[in-house]
């Protein structure tokens, strides 16, 4: 998809699409629209009582005029307007024009909004409400490839062309993690993994570094290497790094559980448990290689990124972890496998464990981790656990901003008794109830007190059954927006002041 800004008026512009944005009780001169059209389109919206408070979308389509559709979308209160609601306005719209390969063009009235913020929302949604994900589709419908269409904002000045850049980075991240996510476990395996973080870093300019088997032995990683051993398939662990041009006065490092197939293991996913939707548990991985990607284009300042991803798949085979078994993790604590299907957090503390001793001012670790948190949550929302409180505002100030859902959870310490092993340091399953807090106080014991540390649990943001604004349904992509802002935010500030 080709987004691009036009500085010619709007009656001059030319294109066969025109989206426009109208506000709550402004009534635009449409006169040069209708003499284009010889349409009384003043009186039709009216009839149609379209007023233009917030998500009301009307549209027309025309024949042998300049125009093959116009449509009008209600932007609510102006003094309200605010960019997110833009967003969604906006997502509504575009795809009403799916079917089309003409140029769209698209207006909103520039002086209620900062420009430079409302251009970056409003190709971002374009682009992402239109994006479809046709790798596995052997023929396409019309209006199905990506690189077929063609979107101008219109009357914007040129000197928005930061924007653009702005617009690709973010969206060619999120629409990375949406793939990634969306691959079919036997494309993307643990090894095929490697090989496209090999590629995001060649394209990127980050550096990559992929240990294998040997490597993680070497480091003691017992509890990550467990998962992998029931697999015919090798684990790979991969770590990316981007440096700024100058040294970096902050170093964060973003972790993502990456099991590309879990099918359980020995406690096998029975019933109800959705095994063949498991290939979307590399949903925090994606998160953190979508982030990865943007972060390279848009190379902020004075912070210093690292991207890790213990990547394996949870397989049955005569090597596979028995239920019961007893694994040392680099750390040196002892695990008891109680339970072979809580296979993530087990790759997650050998790869918290490699992180801390970066010795990095904070981590951030997404993972598709439990059932659990969806029951508390549903699918709009991911849980945060977090031992900071600086972390926890500054993370939740980031997701609101770019309209993710996310909540901040306890890290009640009693309920670490649910861990308790008779045998070793602790077992990998405690009981039913606060699933996923204990989950995340597993994870804590990786990582400890001293170092700034958040868990995110996106086992229900990572999938929608649904269109949910200018995301549709499938992979969504979770995460990488607020990834992205949280480690540019001051950055970027920075950069511009
Ligand atoms: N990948 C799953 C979590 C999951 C379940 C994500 C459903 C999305 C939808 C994870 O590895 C898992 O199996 N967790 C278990 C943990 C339990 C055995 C303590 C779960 O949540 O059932
Ligand atoms: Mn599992
Ligand atoms: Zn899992």
Request: negative net charge; aromatic residues 8%.
């Amino acid at each position: 998809m080709n987004i691009s800004l036009s500085n010619s008026s709007l009656n001059s512009w030319e294109g066969e699409i025109l989206i426009i944005g109208i506000f709550e009780g402004k009534s635009p001169n449409l006169n040069f629209l209708e003499k284009e059209t010889g349409t009384n389109l003043s009186n039709a919206l009216n009839n149609q009582k379209f007023t233009g408070k917030t998500g009301e979308v009307k549209y027309f389509n025309f024949f042998h005029h300049k125009y093959e559709k116009l449509i009008f979308i209600g932007l609510g209160d102006p003094k309200k307007s605010s960019i997110n609601s833009l967003k969604r306005n906006i997502s509504s719209a575009v795809k009403l024009t799916k079917k089309s390969t003409g140029k769209i063009g698209i207006y909103v009235p520039w002086e209620n909004y900062d420009q430079d913020q409302a251009i970056e929302a409003i190709g971002e949604s374009a682009r992402l409400s239109l994006y479809k994900d046709n790798r596995f589709k052997s023929c396409l419908e019309e209006g199905d490839e990506n690189n077929s269409k063609s979107i101008q904002i219109i009357c914007c000045s040129e000197t928005s062309k930061v924007c653009i850049n702005k617009i690709e980075a973010v969206c060619s991240g999120i629409e990375m993690a949406r793939e990634l996510v969306a691959s079919p476990p036997n494309y993307l395996t643990p090894n095929e993994y490697a090989n496209i973080a090999k590629q995001l870093a060649k394209e990127n300019n980050l550096k990559l570094k992929v240990l294998d088997k040997k490597d993680c032995q070497n480091l003691g990683m017992g509890a990550y290497l467990a998962v992998a051993q029931g697999s015919d398939l090798d684990a790979k662990f991969i770590h990316l790094t981007y440096k700024p041009s100058e040294s970096a006065n902050r170093r964060v490092v973003l972790v993502g559980k990456g099991l590309t197939f879990d099918s359980g293991g020995y406690n096998l996913k029975v019933g109800a448990s959705q095994i063949e939707m498991m290939k979307f548990d590399m949903g925090g991985s994606a998160a953190v290689m979508g982030a990865a990607k943007a972060i390279g284009q848009l190379r902020p300042e004075n912070v210093e990124v690292h991207f890790i991803i213990a990547a394996c798949e949870n397989m049955i085979n005569g090597s596979a972890v028995h239920p019961g078994d007893i694994v040392t993790a680099s750390n040196g604590k002892t695990i008891e496998i109680n339970n072979t299907d809580a296979e993530g957090r087990l790759t997650l503390a050998d790869a918290l464990v490699y992180a801390s001793k970066l010795e990095p001012d904070a981590v951030i670790d997404l993972a598709t981790l439990t059932g659990a948190c969806v029951i508390a949550l549903g699918d709009d929302i991911a849980g945060l656990w977090t031992n900071n409180d600086l972390l926890a505002e500054e993370l939740t100030t980031a997701a609101i901003s770019v309209d993710e859902g996310l909540w901040r959870m306890p890290l009640h310490d009693p309920y670490k008794d649910g861990i308790k092993s008779m045998f070793a340091d602790m077992k990998n399953t405690g009981p039913r109830g606060g699933g996923a807090i204990t989950a995340a106080l597993f994870l804590k014991e990786f990582i400890g007190d001293s170092i700034p540390w958040a868990h995110i649990d996106i086992a229900g943001t990572v999938w929608s059954d649904k269109d949910k604004n200018s995301t549709p349904s499938g992979a969504t992509g979770y995460g990488v927006k607020t990834l992205v802002k949280w480690v540019c935010n001051d950055s970027l500030q920075q950069a511009q002041s």
